[in-house]
């Protein structure tokens, strides 16, 4: 899996190479169509791209593992989505009108792994991938910035108020 750039967002190209992320651009493409043909009627359809789902009794068991080793979770491009931020972000997509089509990614905010700085882990972990822009501390590589304002999402649940990291760690 090669991410195109960093971070990515809504509009970065998708190019699944297995049968259930293509029948999820399948799912997208039929939302995206059912919008356009009743747009008249004021439907809206918005997608939700979510990456690696973690309840918070999960925190411990999957961030430890994660730490041991991040390569794992390049698939989901080093981000997550707590299952009660989750409920939060269908509840507000619920309430938001008139956006028509629009695709999200239901990311939570920071990177899933112990790093000083997103920046840092991705140039040493997929050094072969440029930023469109510069990344805060530790931004997730799976940008949420569009949720946040379009649909006024603020994260409640971050993984790092369910696991401490015991070791320093010390990139930049």
């Keep these: ?77 080093w981000s997550y989505t707590d299952a009660c931020d989750f409920g939060q972000m269908c509840h507000l997509a619920v309430l938001r009108d008139g956006l028509g089509y629009r695709v999200f990614n239901a990311t939570n905010d920071e990177i899933t792994v112990e790093t000083e700085t997103t920046e840092g882990f991705l140039k040493r972990n997929a050094p072969e991938v ?19 304002e379009m649909l006024r999402f603020q994260q409640d649940h971050s993984g790092q108020n369910y696991f401490a990291y015991t070791s320093s760690v010390g990139d930049t």
């Excluded at 049968?19 to 359809?45: H, N, P, W």
């Excluded at 930023?131 to 530790?138: A, K, L, P, Y």
Aim: net charge negative; aromatic share 10%; with cysteine.
């Design 130 to 148: 440029m930023f469109t822009r510069e990344m805060e501390g530790r931004e997730a590589p799976l940008t949420n910035r569009k949720m946040k």
């Design 1 to 77: 899996m090669e991410w195109p750039s960093f971070p990515v967002d809504e509009e970065a190209a998708t190019n699944p190479m297995d049968t259930y992320a293509i029948s999820k651009l399948c799912v997208e493409e039929t939302a995206r169509g059912f919008a356009r043909r009743f747009s008249q009627a004021g439907v809206d359809i918005y997608v939700l791209r979510l990456a690696a789902v973690i309840a918070p009794d999960e925190y411990e068991q999957y961030l430890l593992h994660w730490k041991e080793d991040p390569a794992e979770l390049k698939v989901v491009g």
